[in-house]
């Protein structure tokens, strides 16, 4: 296994990386990388794409009023897909706004990741996101090849503490998201109204359409949904139960 590396971005933060190969590199990974389990991990997943402008800031406030406040409330790991996009940006955004002091883990495949000062590795390379503090650059080379890490990543820095996936708008690559995390056995919360990927679930889930893939996913009994318009002092509320529920 390669050693742990740091990375230095244009805004003068640093953050430790590091490559992975193998599932089973896993644990000792996540200790040169400072990462000490177990504990509770918030699981990101999803998108921002063709949200309203109201929506947009919706969801930017969701990040910075109950998500972020909510991963330093519970001392907790959070790990996302690392890029500097979307829900990955919001996230590293809110934690420097709150200024927060939780782990923010970004996982992305290594062919389509740009590390600072390197050029792009192809046309659908993105940045990496400059306020996450931790990133683990995994094999491949397409959107989704990271999923399975992100839910493995997830279950052992939690081992047996709670963690919860945050389902937020998104597309394909989020059913793969959701449905990894699935089987480790995390609960997933989609934030209705957030559009696309989301609304999809929500509308299943509520007996308002049908969708082969989301039926799939809430037949495991773990997908619940939270409309986004819910006063933000309920979200926090809601999220912070499904967390800690026990089975």
Not at 195 to 212: C, I, M, Y
């Amino acid at each position: 296994m390669e050693q742990s590396f740091q990375l230095t971005f244009e805004n003068g933060r640093t953050a430790q990386a590091i490559h992975l190969q193998r599932d089973a590199d896993l644990p000792d990974a996540l200790n040169q990388l400072g990462l000490q389990g177990p504990g509770p991990v918030l699981v990101v997943v999803g998108g921002a794409s063709k949200l309203s402008d109201a929506d947009r800031r919706r969801v930017q406030a969701l990040f910075v009023k109950v998500l972020a406040p909510l991963a330093k409330d519970m001392k907790a790991f959070v790990v996302d897909g690392g890029t500097d996009a979307g829900i990955m940006k919001l996230m590293g955004e809110a934690r420097t706004q709150i200024n927060a002091s939780f782990p923010l883990i970004g996982v992305a495949p290594i062919g389509l990741a740009t590390l600072p000062n390197a050029s792009n590795a192809s046309d659908e390379a993105s940045l990496l996101e400059p306020n996450h503090t931790h990133f683990a650059l995994v094999p491949g080379s397409s959107w989704g090849d990271e999923s399975p890490w992100i839910a493995k990543i997830a279950s052992t820095l939690a081992d047996s503490q709670p963690s919860i996936v945050i389902l937020i708008n998104g597309g394909e690559v989020t059913w793969k998201d959701a449905s990894q995390n699935i089987q480790e056995g995390r609960p997933v919360v989609v934030i209705a109204g957030s559009g696309r990927t989301a609304d999809v679930l929500a509308a299943v889930l509520r007996g308002k359409a049908t969708d082969q893939r989301a039926e799939d996913l809430i037949s495991s009994g773990l997908v619940q949904a939270i409309d986004l318009t819910t006063d933000f002092r309920t979200l926090f509320k809601k999220i912070k139960q499904a967390f800690l529920a026990k089975e």
